[in-house]
């Protein structure tokens, strides 16, 4: 364990989670569906900061564990009387469904950061530019399940998806030189397919549990 890259580490992550919820609603507070989305994919960033860790135990319970917490009390079901929620927009337990996501992530993958970030990647960046572009452009709304999507906000999706997981892999080539190689396309097509499919059919802010696992899934199967 090293102590001052652990620390500077969740220094960071706090600060910058911080300053995204202090611009969240003090320069987005007349737009709550924007407000929140832009909460769901700046946090995502996070998992640029994931190498800095060097315990299980600080990443997944001082630095993730938490936010599960602040996440309840800051939604719609807080036996706390909070205003200003973060979650207040749309699914009430969004937020809180991430951190859960990222805390299992966090404690089950924390010697393969880069597995890490493929999930957060999947609910941060492809599920929020589902619900922004569908919002914005979508025309063609399907609903299987009792949640309204659009045919826009999936190809958005599946694209983003396909751009941030490569970046991920890169990024942890570069500085941990591992994975040794992204030759493979599969790696990044099919756990960018199967988390669009997922997302599309779950209902109620489940994606962001179902669509995290579902793209950490398909690349580690797809390793074996």
Sequence with gaps: MNFDTDLLGLILVYSYVILVLIISEKLLKNKLFFSRKFTHLMVGNILFLLPLFTSKEV??????????????????????????????????????????????????????????????????????????????????????????????????????????IWIVLNFYIVVIGYPPSIANIWLILLPAFFATVVEAITPKGLDNLTTCFVAVAIYLIILL
Excluded: C
């Design 59 to 164: 990443m997944a319970l001082l630095v993730a564990f938490p936010f599960v917490i602040i996440t309840f009390l800051m939604s719609n079901y807080s036996p706390i009387n909070i205003s200003n929620r973060i979650s207040s927009s749309g699914h009430g337990l969004g937020l809180f469904y991430y951190a859960i996501s990222w805390t299992v992530l966090a404690y089950v993958f924390f010697d393969q950061p880069y597995v890490i970030a493929i999930g957060i990647a999947a609910m941060s960046y492809g599920d929020g530019f589902a619900s922004l572009i569908g919002k914005k452009f979508g025309k063609h709304e399907y609903n299987i399940f009792g949640d309204t999507k659009t045919i826009e906000g999936s190809l958005a999706m599946f694209l983003v998806l396909i751009a941030m």
